[in-house]
């Protein structure tokens, strides 16, 4: 069986129960053959590209647009202003870019550009190519591109570049001219700052012309020998239906395969008496990872998978990774298992991850907590697996400096914000879901996103969908509140009246968002009761736990909420969240303590 036929028999079953629900009911595609020529001594390159772009939209397109990556790698640009003004600048570009010689700044330059046979007028703005096109490209139509351009590798800053810190020679992602999106919001066409990426997925045919001895790795699959390739200097890789291609080559690369049966990993590094022997562990936790996160999620789609010693610490790209090596072997794990744990969220779901950072980096961090937990079970000694998404979180929140989720990628006021936003606050949205709609519904929920959304761009509105689907709850409130603002949870324990027979407990909400509360109640006797407080607009409840008992529902209008229970004996504690499953703010009022028998009345100061 071919890759084409194997990939779209998988790509058919994941999609066959939603084959008539696409969203929003078509997508872009694009297919791109190039030609490149690389110059090792001068760090430049020329490039000749086609690109069939078929119009799926309902409109008409008077205009397009390419991504010029490598123009930010220039003094003045965007990225270097924006890295020179905000306060907490990344320290791997700070100033960085304006200090540059020339030599070694990056660069790409349009310098012809067809459409369909008849030249174009464009114009370079930054990193955004402008066409003005001689004729619109009409709804359901194809439209050619070919192009010809030159480019200059930068010295390696972020992400792309020649000569990393750890001496890897090319690094060559966000490489070339690449035309952006355009969906139902319109055009994406985004100036490159250093955060995310938006794409269509198509078909890739990428020849590479480098000297002789060298070796490259990347996205897709190698159409002749390895062998033969590098005595050569010729390389060319086929990948179907991705959203992006990215390489990466010297002459020193040390390539291992391994396989789990359906996937083959490719391995690159540089030899390293330091880290050869955790590089030499690597494949066999990676097969494990991609084993896990099959069955946490869905069924990865493509026939490999490369990670690649390069860029500037790990970054995601179709088929592949590249990552700083130079690592103990929990680190060199778990930077592959991340990256790796991208190939569902950002390659395959890809949703806009310029406006919903969170919803590939937050989901990514999510399933990378438990594939760790996974491969190394010894090591974990808490029972409760995010807990620093929870902290992070949260010292953020009580910082008053959170800015919400909703906030597009390059313009958070910090770094902080965003990292914590798209990372921890992401990780926690899907996490905290346990205290909503339980544990199994949550990750069935994950589960049918992933089968019912692969390969069309979802939201959070889809992400919402299918959660509010496998738990029958309605949580427009869960992800209007955790998305759209920066409220915070904080639930207290109020006040424990206890008589001969039965006890009152009065609940507070402090924190303006709404959560539905978990109530441990521990008794003299050893006993221990459990009770569940939904929300009436959730319309429901979560499943409940054996000897878990329901309570009535608590609306969120009321500050205050009071249930009484009988008792056959003295209340030791009383606490809210004991499993730790919400992002609750002060957890110093959570729990209520009675020391002495004799003390049957508890009220918080």
Request: proline share 5%; aromatic share 12%.
């Given at each position: 069986?071919?890759?084409?036929?194997?990939?779209?028999?998988?790509?058919?079953?994941?999609?066959?129960?939603?084959?008539?629900?696409?969203?929003?009911?078509?997508?872009?595609?694009?297919?791109?053959?190039?030609?490149?020529?690389?110059?090792?001594?001068?760090?430049?390159?020329?490039?000749?590209?086609?690109?069939?772009?078929?119009?799926?939209?309902?409109?008409?397109?008077?205009?397009?647009?390419?991504?010029?990556?490598?123009?930010?790698?220039?003094?003045?640009?965007?990225?270097?202003?924006?890295?020179?003004?905000?306060?907490?600048?990344?320290?791997?570009?700070?100033?960085?870019?304006?200090?540059?010689?020339?030599?070694?700044?990056?660069?790409?330059?349009v310098e012809s550009l067809k459409v369909n046979g008849k030249?174009?007028?464009?114009?370079?703005?930054?990193?955004?190519?402008?066409?003005?096109?001689?004729?619109?490209?009409?709804?359901?139509?194809?439209?050619?591109?070919?192009?010809?351009?030159?480019?200059?590798?930068?010295?390696?800053?972020?992400?792309?570049?020649?000569?990393?810190?750890?001496?890897?020679?090319?690094?060559?992602?966000?490489?070339?001219?690449?035309?952006?999106?355009?969906?139902?919001?319109?055009?994406?066409?985004?100036?490159?700052?250093?955060?995310?990426?938006?794409?269509?997925?198509?078909?890739?045919?990428?020849?590479?012309?480098?000297?002789?001895?060298?070796?490259?790795?990347?996205?897709?699959?190698?159409?002749?020998?390895?062998?033969?390739?590098?005595?050569?200097?010729?390389?060319?890789?086929?990948?179907?239906?991705?959203?992006?291609?990215?390489?990466?080559?010297?002459?020193?690369?040390?390539?291992?395969?391994?396989?789990?049966?359906?996937?083959?990993?490719?391995?690159?590094?540089?030899?390293?008496?330091?880290?050869?022997?955790?590089?030499?562990?690597?494949?066999?936790?990676?097969?494990?990872?991609?084993?896990?996160?099959?069955?946490?999620?869905?069924?990865?789609?493509?026939?490999?998978?490369?990670?690649?010693?390069?860029?500037?610490?790990?970054?995601?790209?179709?088929m592949a990774t590249l990552i700083t090596g130079e690592r103990?072997?929990?680190?060199?794990?778990?930077?592959?298992?991340?990256?790796?744990?991208?190939?569902?969220?950002?390659?395959?779901?890809?949703?806009?991850?310029?406006?919903?950072?969170?919803?590939?980096?937050?989901?990514?961090?999510?399933?990378?907590?438990?594939?760790?937990?996974?491969?190394?079970?010894?090591?974990?000694?808490?029972?409760?697996?995010?807990?620093?998404?929870?902290?992070?979180?949260?010292?953020?929140?009580?910082?008053?400096?959170?800015?919400?989720?909703?906030?597009?990628?390059?313009?958070?006021?910090?770094?902080?914000?965003?990292?914590?936003?798209?990372?921890?606050?992401g990780e926690v949205l899907l996490a905290q879901l346990a205290?909503?709609?339980?544990?199994?519904?949550?990750?069935?929920?994950?589960?049918?996103?992933?089968?019912?959304?692969?390969?069309?761009?979802?939201?959070?509105?889809?992400?919402?969908?299918?959660?509010?689907?496998?738990?029958?709850?309605?949580?427009?409130?869960?992800?209007?509140?955790?998305?759209?603002?920066?409220?915070?949870?904080?639930?207290?324990?109020?006040?424990?009246?206890?008589?001969?027979?039965?006890?009152?407990?009065?609940?507070?909400?402090?924190?303006?968002?709404?959560?539905?509360?978990?109530?441990?109640?521990?008794?003299?006797?050893?006993?221990?009761?459990?009770?569940?407080?939904?929300?009436?607009?959730?319309?429901?409840?979560?499943?409940?736990?054996?000897?878990?008992?329901?309570?009535?529902?608590?609306?969120?209008?009321?500050?205050?909420?009071?249930?009484?229970?009988?008792?056959?004996?003295?209340?030791?504690?009383?606490?809210?969240?004991?499993?730790?499953?919400?992002?609750?703010?002060?957890?110093?009022?959570?729990?209520?303590?009675?020391?002495?028998?004799?003390?049957?009345?508890?009220?918080?100061?």
């Amino acid at each position: 069986m071919t890759y084409r036929s194997t990939f779209l028999t998988i790509l058919m079953a994941i999609s066959v129960a939603t084959a008539s629900a696409q969203y929003p009911g078509w997508q872009q595609s694009i297919d791109y053959t190039m030609d490149i020529t690389l110059d090792t001594a001068s760090h430049q390159y020329q490039g000749q590209m086609i690109a069939k772009l078929k119009n799926n939209s309902p409109d008409d397109l008077d205009r397009a647009f390419f991504h010029l990556f490598f123009n930010a790698f220039q003094p003045e640009s965007m990225m270097d202003v924006r890295s020179r003004n905000i306060s907490d600048p990344d320290s791997r570009v700070g100033s960085r870019i304006v200090e540059l010689p020339e030599e070694e700044w990056g660069w790409i330059k349009v310098e012809s550009l067809k459409v369909n046979g008849k030249a174009v007028e464009f114009v370079h703005d930054g990193t955004v190519l402008e066409v003005k096109l001689n004729s619109p490209i009409r709804a359901g139509k194809r439209t050619t591109f070919e192009m010809t351009w030159s480019a200059q590798v930068p010295r390696q800053i972020r992400r792309s570049g020649w000569m990393n810190k750890e001496g890897i020679e090319y690094s060559m992602t966000q490489w070339f001219p690449k035309v952006c999106e355009y969906n139902h919001d319109g055009w994406h066409t985004e100036p490159y700052i250093g955060r995310e990426y938006h794409g269509i997925w198509g078909d890739y045919d990428v020849t590479i012309h480098a000297p002789k001895g060298y070796l490259i790795g990347g996205t897709g699959l190698l159409q002749q020998s390895m062998e033969s390739s590098r005595n050569s200097g010729n390389w060319n890789f086929i990948a179907e239906n991705v959203i992006d291609f990215a390489w990466a080559a010297d002459p020193d690369y040390i390539h291992s395969t391994s396989s789990t049966g359906d996937v083959t990993f490719n391995f690159y590094h540089q030899a390293n008496e330091e880290y050869d022997a955790n590089w030499a562990a690597l494949p066999e936790y990676a097969a494990k990872a991609m084993v896990f996160l099959n069955e946490l999620v869905g069924p990865y789609p493509y026939p490999q998978y490369s990670v690649i010693q390069g860029g500037d610490g790990g970054m995601e790209y179709p088929m592949a990774t590249l990552i700083t090596g130079e690592r103990s072997l929990r680190s060199l794990v778990g930077v592959t298992v991340h990256e790796m744990a991208h190939s569902w969220f950002q390659a395959v779901l890809a949703t806009n991850e310029s406006l919903y950072e969170f919803m590939d980096e937050g989901k990514t961090s999510y399933v990378t907590t438990l594939c760790m937990r996974h491969l190394f079970a010894e090591a974990i000694t808490s029972g409760v697996p995010h807990r620093s998404s929870y902290s992070s979180y949260i010292s953020q929140a009580l910082s008053g400096n959170e800015e919400p989720l909703i906030t597009h990628a390059d313009h958070y006021q910090t770094n902080r914000a965003y990292g914590v936003a798209a990372y921890s606050k992401g990780e926690v949205l899907l996490a905290q879901l346990a205290a909503v709609v339980g544990t199994d519904a949550r990750d069935q929920g994950l589960r049918d996103y992933f089968a019912k959304w692969s390969f069309k761009h979802p939201g959070p509105l889809e992400l919402k969908q299918c959660m509010e689907a496998a738990s029958g709850l309605d949580l427009d409130w869960y992800f209007q509140y955790f998305i759209n603002t920066t409220h915070q949870i904080d639930y207290a324990i109020n006040a424990v009246y206890e008589g001969q027979s039965s006890a009152t407990i009065e609940l507070e909400r402090i924190g303006a968002m709404p959560m539905p509360q978990n109530i441990t109640v521990t008794y003299a006797n050893g006993d221990v009761e459990s009770f569940h407080a939904p929300l009436v607009m959730m319309r429901g409840h979560k499943q409940l736990a054996r000897n878990e008992t329901l309570l009535p529902d608590w609306p969120w209008t009321h500050p205050t909420y009071s249930f009484s229970i009988p008792t056959s004996s003295p209340i030791v504690s009383v606490e809210l969240d004991a499993a730790r499953l919400t992002a609750d703010v002060d957890r110093e009022n959570n729990a209520a303590t009675f020391d002495q028998q004799w003390q049957r009345i508890y009220q918080r100061n």
